[in-house]
DNA sequence: GACAATTTCTAACATTGTTAGAAATTGTAG
DNA sequence: CTACAATTTCTAACAATGTTAGAAATTGTC
């Protein structure tokens, strides 16, 4: 799984460029996360990094890229916990449960990074929001499912049917998740997790009984 | 069901007032449908209306005003489309099916104001969007439920369950619906659709079983 | 140490939400 | 019909924000 990088010889203004580059990122999120998307503005940012405004365009090309990238690196860390969620899961059938918790864990935790990686509070999206990392959280999902259908003695019609299951499952995870952040679930982001295991649960029930996705 | 309002005996200013109000509403609306909430810009609506700018502030405190207002007006709609399915509707199973079927309907329809309603695309809501017009749509669907719980002999424990049954049904379509039109399902709005059926099919089955929401 | 390349900054511009105050319109009374 | 008052609408600005041109400063190289 873990792939070889190239080695990175790189001269000191080279790793300082990254680390701005690293900074300017990091301060975007903490603005968001502190005060809202809505008060992320290019200037607070450079204030925040202490440089001037126009450094930050040696870095992104304009705003909406600065945030794509923290999009993707949203899906990035969200992959992560998912896959260690799957690989504690002492079960096939707990990776999933497990799995479900720790998206609303993040969600919870990473708000602003739940937002930007669905263009919630504000947040503006280019239109092209199927990228790599995107499509890397559709396949754990669907490994950590057909890994469950397979120890439930399930089968797996074809690759349509494993794709439709995980799209309701995070279907529901997604509309749970952005409905609590939204304050619109009467009892908030504890409640909201709960109903979404309860739902998961009746659902792989639903599987199980059918013997198929 | 019908409520009797104040006979309204108005001067022609009075009805030119609200005529006006009304075509900035409409207007804001024409732009987000054709152009998407990136491009409403309060300059746009002026023109639309053909009155000058500081004119849309007479009828609106901001424009945050305007689009709370399409929000309400999000949710007057939606909840008129389900109740019409319902009332349409054979039997208390197909009155749940064919709501969910109707409310993928709105959003594909109606795209511009499910936006609004859930504060996609770059629209940005007051915290306060617990409001009225979401609570009838809420009561309309556990209205809704219950009927489909009495008729199967399900007995409800109470309010809460039936709630929370609701916001799962909720959260599945807003999960599906939402993602569909960010593009991030394969397949689109007609597969959604079908998914959004699936699961809550297999959703209503699984309460069945348990004879318990 | 001088010159070239790169990095960073100052100062602007365009767009957008918003508002003050002038101008125009409408309603009213003589 | 006319003069005045109230209301409506507009012109012209302001502040905030995303973005960029071009100057200044810094860095690297011979």
Redesign the interface.
């Known amino acids: 799984m873990l792939e070889i990088v190239e080695t990175p010889i790189l001269t000191r203004r080279e790793r300082e460029k990254i680390q701005l580059r690293q900074a300017i990122l990091d301060a975007t999120q903490a603005i968001a996360a502190k005060e809202g998307w809505?008060a992320v503005t290019t200037r607070k940012v450079a204030e925040k990094i202490e440089y001037s405004l126009p450094t930050l365009y040696e870095y992104f090309e304009n705003k909406a890229a600065l945030l794509a990238e923290l999009n993707r690196e949203g899906y990035r860390q969200l992959l992560a916990v998912l896959q260690q969620a799957r690989k504690n899961a002492p079960t096939p059938t707990r990776a999933v449960l497990d799995g479900a918790q720790a998206y609303c864990n993040f969600a919870w935790q990473h708000r602003e990074l739940y937002e930007v990686m669905?263009?919630?509070?504000?947040?503006?999206?280019e239109?092209n929001?199927?990228h790599t990392e995107?499509q890397a959280l559709t396949n754990e999902a669907q490994t950590a499912l057909e890994d469950w259908a397979c120890a439930e003695g399930i089968q797996v019609q074809n690759a349509s049917a494993l794709?439709?299951a995980v799209?309701?499952l995070?279907?529901?995870?997604?509309?749970?998740a952005?409905?609590a952040l939204?304050?619109?679930?009467?009892g908030g982001k504890k409640?909201?997790a709960a109903?979404?295991l309860?739902?998961i649960e009746?659902?792989l029930?639903?599987?199980r009984?059918k013997k198929s996705l």
């Open positions: 809505q669905h263009g919630l509070s504000g947040v503006v999206l239109t929001s199927y995107a794709n439709d799209q309701i995070r279907a529901l995870l997604h509309g749970l952005s409905l939204a304050k619109q679930i009467i409640v909201a109903l979404a309860r739902a009746d659902q029930e639903a599987w009984t």
